[in-house]
């Protein structure tokens, strides 16, 4: 059986590239992305010269102004990112059969079989690293190996513009040396508690852990145990998914500034709603699971899912779930930076909705009330856009604290 060829190309810290890329005069400043009008803005993304100086994502910008008092405050420019990432994935297209975005700026790609095509994966790689900083100006670092995991381990601990590759057998004599804060299982919200559990066990490092045996693992860190009994050894057999076969839609909402306030909070959801649900509509197709992460402004982020017991695409009919899982996720007194609501379930309508809805045809009271004011506001929506009119617990969300 032929080994996978799994490569991770990152632009790291994407934000502060562009802002270089756009300004020179940054390239040897200390740099962090930030809102530079928002009152207690968020730092989001520093450059290694201001993490020299103690600035770190989560801290607060005037905290941050006093430990590097050179630091220069750049604004989040979301056209931007979302330009250069498009540009980016114009370049991976003609290499790569199948690729998948995890963040702006990072993607798997699966170059398993190209090797007749265009040579060894390291030199095609290589090649790819090369095209990106002539076209676009960006350095880029990759891992290259036999599953997404050990791919991304190379990747995070390399410096643009860097690639280590990983031959097959040897991912475990890679991983042994690296600390176990490295695995991407334990930089999650249930990752901390997990991470000082090992850590009192005198865990440090990954080839520690795979020292353990399974039974020892699973007794101790419950239904962890298994994944990083597997983790430890560099085994990872999930697939490198192309945008076409993640059928799914994501809707987010940012706060400016990052807010504790309940109401507020609660309207942004109801935003995340109205878009779900129009969208959903416009498709035709029911949501069955609904998954909703917050992040807060330390940088930690929560994410919990629900299976709704009668999939749906209406906002009455959602937002009771929807609320349940925002209570699931908002345990901590810490201020929110972004809400996101992510469907990737989905179901047909049980009859065949009409192509054109015709007033003549439509039998208004053939609907509960709630749902022909859903679809009276889809058709405004769609010709005025989503903010020309919501409901009224939308509204909150632009309510300041």
Known sequence: MMDRQIVCLCIPRFEVALARLDAPSLRTRPVAVA???ASRAIIREVSPEAEDAGVIP???????????????????????????????????????????????????????????????TCDTTMRLERDLTSRLGLQAVAGIGTNKLVAQMASSILTP??????RAGSEQDFLS???????????????????????????????DVSDVSLEALETVCGRWGHRLYQWARGIDFLPVVAPEASLSLTHSYLFEPDTIDYDRLLGGLSCLLDSLCHDLRRRQR????????????????????????????WEVDMFPSAQTLFRRCFQRRVRVRSLT??????????????????????EPQALPRPHRL?????????????????????HLASRLD
């Open 35 to 37: 809102s530079a009008h």
């Open 58 to 120: 989560g801290l607060q910008a005037d905290r941050a102004r006093r430990r590097c008092p050179s630091l220069q405050l750049v604004p989040p420019n979301p056209t931007r990112v979302a330009q250069a990432h498009h540009a980016l994935v114009s370049c991976m297209i003609p290499i790569a059969p199948i690729w998948e975005s995890f963040r702006p700026g990072h993607f798997y790609l699966d170059l398993t079989g190209t090797t007749r095509l265009f040579g060894a």
């Open 161 to 166: 513009p860097q690639l280590c590759d990983v």
């Open 177 to 207: 040396p690296l600390p176990v804060s490295i695995l991407p299982g334990l930089q999650g919200p249930g990752g901390s508690a997990l991470h000082t559990r090992l850590i009192d066990l005198n865990l440090q490092t990954i080839g």
């Open 286 to 313: 029911l949501c069955h699971r609904l998954r909703l992460t917050l992040l807060f402004s330390d940088q930690l982020t929560v994410h919990h899912s629900s299976v709704l017991s009668t999939p749906t695409h």
């Open 341 to 362: 609501i992510r469907s990737n379930s989905f179901r047909p309508p049980p009859e065949q909705l009409s192509l054109f809805p015709s007033p003549a045809l439509e």
């Open 374 to 394: 859903a679809l009276a506001l889809d058709r405004l929506h769609t010709r005025f856009g989503m903010k020309v009119i919501q409901w009224g617990r939308s």
